[in-house]
């Protein structure tokens, strides 16, 4: 079973601190991903990263930044916390496309059990 | 622009069957998932469609219709612990051919009541 592991469960960080969300997964899968998940509006995508040292941008890269300098291993950083970034932080992982034949594509996303940031 | 929609709330009697359903307009169709997700937990991956039809896995189905931008989810002999959240996923056009992007619905909150 695939296992994506996030660093902490729950989180308090004062307005203006700088947070570091941890992600790790153990399956060797080259793609991963930020969400938050917010009531009413679903997951949204924050950044991915489909190799080590290759990030993109997703829907809502604002406020945030990602490393990953090993493959099992992605990270969130929140530069200056504020209180609108208060949610439920999801990584996921999964194969690459490129991994599986093309009549399939077959790649569904793992995650992790999030983390409950609150920015007070 | 690229949506999804999904009713909001969904309730259903134990024992019976539920169809949930989802419509998308995406740039690009490359598949489309559905994921459970109960409160507090992380969503878990329920079925995949990318051709046309009718896929079946136990007591969970789920149907495309790729001309109409449509898929449902079909949950029978529903159970009390199958009250959860059902996200409907979607695979829009492939980035570099190899990233797998997913754009969510909001999800259909399903109780299941006695």
């Known amino acids: 079973d695939v296992k994506v592991t996030q660093s902490s469960r729950y989180l308090v960080k004062r307005t203006g601190e700088k947070v570091f969300l941890e992600c790790v997964q153990d399956m060797d899968h080259e793609n991963m991903f930020w969400y938050r998940q917010d009531p009413g509006l679903g997951l949204r995508l924050i950044y991915f990263?489909?190799?080590?040292?290759?990030?993109e941008k997703g829907d809502i890269p604002e406020g945030y930044s990602v490393s990953r300098e090993k493959k099992e291993r992605f990270s969130l950083i929140l530069e200056s916390a504020s209180t609108n970034q208060t949610s439920m932080y999801l990584c996921a992982s999964s194969l690459s496309l490129l991994a599986l034949a093309q009549d399939s594509y077959n790649s569904p996303l793992h995650f992790g059990n999030g983390t409950r940031l609150t920015v007070t | 622009g690229q949506n999804i929609d999904q009713p909001t709330e969904m309730t259903a009697t134990e024992g019976a069957i539920v169809q949930i359903n989802c419509t998308y307009q995406?740039?690009?169709?490359?598949?489309l998932f559905w994921y459970q997700q109960h409160a507090g937990e992380a969503p878990t991956f329920l079925s995949y469609?990318?051709?046309?039809g009718l896929e079946e896995k136990g007591r969970f189905s789920s149907f495309l219709s790729r001309s109409k931008g449509y898929s449902y989810l079909l949950l029978k002999e529903l159970q009390m612990k199958d009250s959860a959240s059902y996200l409907c996923?979607?695979?829009?056009?492939?980035?570099?051919?190899?990233?797998?992007?997913?754009?969510f619905g909001t999800g259909t909150l399903l109780a299941v009541q006695p």
């Open positions: 469609n990318v051709l046309d």
């Open positions: 990263s489909y190799d080590v040292k290759m990030k």
């Open positions: 996923a979607v695979r829009g056009s492939l980035y570099g051919g190899a990233t797998n992007k997913l754009i």
């Open positions: 995406t740039s690009g169709f490359n598949g």
